[in-house]
């Protein structure tokens, strides 16, 4: 019973930034992991970046990493995808998940966002 809603997408030029949001409701558990993932037109949806729920760890797949950041903030129930230095290839629908399960894999989060279009003009 956890739903996220994703926001902040967007378009814009290369070298710009965006941050996207997704914010959770319901029930949630200190040793959630909140995930981003992202898909391409004619691609599969491949992992983007991690964090714990609680805790200080993150994950970021390699293409990415040095580029995005990612944050939460338990208050708000917020977790954040602060994009910089945007190229055209991150150009994609980006989606947040939930799940206990600290996983690159997509199968592995049950709860997911409507996600967001991003896209990053040359």
């Known amino acids: 019973q956890v739903q996220l809603v994703e926001s902040g997408g967007g378009l814009v030029q290369a070298g710009d930034s965006l941050r996207l949001s997704c914010a959770a409701s319901?029930?949630?558990?200190?040793?959630?992991?909140i995930a981003w993932f992202r898909q391409a037109p004619g691609k599969e949806r491949e992992f983007v970046a991690a964090?714990?729920?609680?805790?200080?760890?993150?994950y970021y797949a390699d293409s990415v990493k040095g580029r995005f950041t990612i944050s939460r903030d338990n208050a708000k129930n917020t977790v954040y995808l602060q994009m910089n230095s945007l190229k055209p290839e991150d150009t994609a629908v980006y989606y947040c998940?939930?799940?206990?399960?600290?996983?690159?894999?997509?199968?592995?989060?049950?709860?997911w966002g409507q996600g967001t279009q991003v896209t990053v003009s040359s």
């Open positions: 964090t714990r729920w609680s805790g200080s760890s993150t």
């Open positions: 998940a939930a799940g206990l399960s600290g996983s690159g894999y997509h199968r592995a989060y049950p709860y």
């Open positions: 319901g029930r949630t558990f200190s040793s959630y992991t």
